[in-house]
């Protein structure tokens, strides 16, 4: 395999994730039908989707273990400051990892975002 080239997160209620995700992280819709949203994120250079689920997910819980790490060019302490400003509740400190600086959000189902300036 030479790369990741998609992933598609199954979401609870899929309209108050386009929500999350719009208003609350500023991901841009590229694309959306009634069983999936295709975000972009920084001029389109990430994409990535929410949809219905492919099977029932009734007392499942489903963002462990998953998470989805963005590059980012602006400054990671601006731009946590600024999702804060947004109204994220779930904004947690800036860590130091091997790949750069970085931190961690959650969206409504659990799933972790991260949001990395690479060394």
């Given at each position: 395999m030479k790369q990741l080239t998609f992933a598609s997160l199954q979401v609870s209620n899929l309209e108050a994730s386009k929500e999350f995700y719009t208003q609350k992280l500023s991901f841009e819709i590229d694309n959306?039908?009634?069983?999936?949203?295709?975000?972009?994120?920084?001029?389109?250079?990430?994409?990535?989707?929410?949809?219905?689920?492919?099977?029932?997910?009734?007392?499942?819980?489903?963002?462990?273990?998953?998470?989805?790490?963005?590059a980012v060019d602006e400054n990671v302490d601006e731009l946590r400051e600024k999702l804060i400003a947004n109204g994220l509740t779930d904004v947690l400190p800036i860590i130091e990892t091997p790949f750069g600086r970085a931190f961690h959000v959650k969206d409504i189902d659990g799933y972790k975002l991260t949001f990395l300036n690479e060394k």
């Open positions: 959306a039908n009634p069983q999936a949203c295709i975000f972009t994120y920084n001029k389109g250079q990430a994409s990535f989707a929410i949809r219905t689920p492919l099977e029932p997910i009734e007392g499942r819980e489903l963002g462990i273990g998953v998470a989805l790490w963005f």
